[in-house]
């Protein structure tokens, strides 16, 4: 089944202990991008990548990093995490970047 | 950073009635896409359009990009309970100074249903 699944579902972390949140995709996409979502803000971009070893800043970068060093594998990575990053995360690919992003299951993290 | 200005930000409906919903931008988008989350998911893609006065059906769905490029509808017809969610638009394209791949969404569309 063509999917994007990233782990874990759910993480409850403590200010400053960095952590990374995996997305994997099944689809040979070429594009990868991480989003976070809150309340009356929807969905804003944090970084994108459109192949391996190639990745841009979106929307909202700062606090975050990523790294493509497999077609598959695109991880989100909070150094020192605050709780200004308490939200909704989610990975999505995309063949071409032009025909949509499929998105996975959301991580829901919280910093305390 | 770029904005999409979605809305109505909430509608009621009763079940059967059309539904439209909207999203304008002071920018140009060269694709523009509509997609549904439901509670705990992500976002699916619902229609994807590529082509200004492109109008695109998805059964009871049809969204249309803008003339202008500038903005795009979503119609639901004779609307079920299943259609409760949240409806987003993204727009996606160079001239707003962003680069393929950078997908930008719209605040949402919070879908509820009447029974």
């Known amino acids: 089944e063509a999917q994007v699944t990233q782990n874990p579902r759910y993480l409850i972390t403590v200010t400053g202990k960095k952590l990374t949140v995996t997305c994997s995709q099944n689809?040979?996409?070429?594009?990868m991008s991480w989003y976070r979502q809150d309340p009356g803000l929807g969905l804003r971009q944090i970084y994108y990548?459109?192949?391996?070893?190639?990745?841009d800043k979106g929307d909202v970068p700062e606090g975050y990093k990523v790294s493509r060093k497999e077609k598959r594998n695109f991880p989100l990575i909070l150094e020192s995490p605050s709780p200004n990053q308490t939200s909704l995360y989610f990975c999505?690919?995309?063949?071409?970047?032009?025909?949509?992003?499929?998105f996975g299951s959301g991580t829901r993290l919280t910093v305390v | 950073g770029q904005q999409l200005n979605q809305s109505p930000q909430s509608m009621f409906i009763q079940e059967g009635e059309d539904v439209s919903m909207n999203c304008t931008s002071s920018?140009?988008?060269?694709?523009w896409l509509w997609y549904k989350q439901d509670p705990g998911e992500g976002p699916v893609l619902l229609i994807a359009?590529?082509?200004?006065?492109e109008l695109t059906s998805n059964g009871r769905l049809t969204a249309q990009f803008g003339i202008t490029r500038k903005d795009s509808f979503l119609n639901i017809s004779a609307s079920i309970p299943s259609d409760v969610g949240i409806y987003f638009c993204?727009?996606?394209?160079?001239?707003?100074?962003?680069?393929?791949?950078?997908?930008?969404f719209g605040k949402g569309t919070k879908l509820s249903v009447k029974p």
């Open positions: 999505a690919s995309s063949s071409t970047g032009f025909d949509g992003y499929t």
């Open positions: 689809m040979n996409h070429e594009y």
């Open positions: 990548s459109m192949n391996v070893e190639v990745t």
């Open positions: 920018s140009i988008f060269n694709t």
């Open positions: 359009l590529y082509k200004a006065g």
């Open positions: 993204a727009g996606l394209g160079r001239d707003y100074g962003g680069s393929q791949g950078n997908l930008i």
